[in-house]
């Protein structure tokens, strides 16, 4: 019922961590933990769900397909719409980055 | 589109501070900043949603209907099944709390 967002991040794996928090029909809610993981060169992100994510720890940026880039620092949140291609195209290793991401319908 | 979750949380006030991050007809995403304050004696939170709390910074208790009191510190989420009688009995004033809210439909 309770947990901590900050519990179980070290790893030995070079693998991102994704692991489910909570989910229903409606939302998913999901900690992702990088550590200069970025999206494979020539692929995209393009989700069904719209997604709302915060960076809670680290430094990361995105890429979008009019090749606008957003940095991300610790804090930072943004909404990504359902379909709205993107990339990540950086994530910091040391502090890794903590991702608290929603997903919904839009 | 893009913002910070440790943003403009200095106030003068004595009220806690409720701000919407995000809200469509799904979901609304909420910010919370509380300092000492609590749910008036012999008040609940009867909610029509599903709430996901996220405490970023501070401490906080939450009391539920059967007499459990459960402590939250810094990182610590829970999820709040819509209709499940809460109050908030204790926020830290120093750091202050901030929560990050999901409200969802069950």
Redesign the interface.
């Given at each position: 019922?309770?947990?901590?967002?900050?519990?179980n991040c070290k790893t030995d794996s070079k693998e991102e961590i994704f692991e489910t928090?909570?989910q229903?029909e409606?939302?998913i809610?999901e900690r992702i933990i990088s550590f200069g993981n970025v999206t494979p060169q020539g692929q995209w992100y393009d989700q069904e769900k719209?997604e709302?994510v915060?960076l809670?720890e680290g430094d990361a940026k995105l890429e979008f397909e009019d090749n606008n880039i957003?940095e991300?620092?610790?804090?930072?949140?943004?909404?990504l719409p359902a379909h709205q291609k993107h990339r990540v195209i950086y994530t910091s290793i040391e502090p890794k980055c903590i991702w608290?991401a929603?997903y919904?319908?839009?």
């Open positions: 019922m309770k947990g901590n967002i900050f519990d928090l909570y229903n409606n939302v809610i719209d709302w915060l809670i957003v991300l620092i610790k804090g930072d949140y943004i909404h608290l929603f919904f319908k839009s």
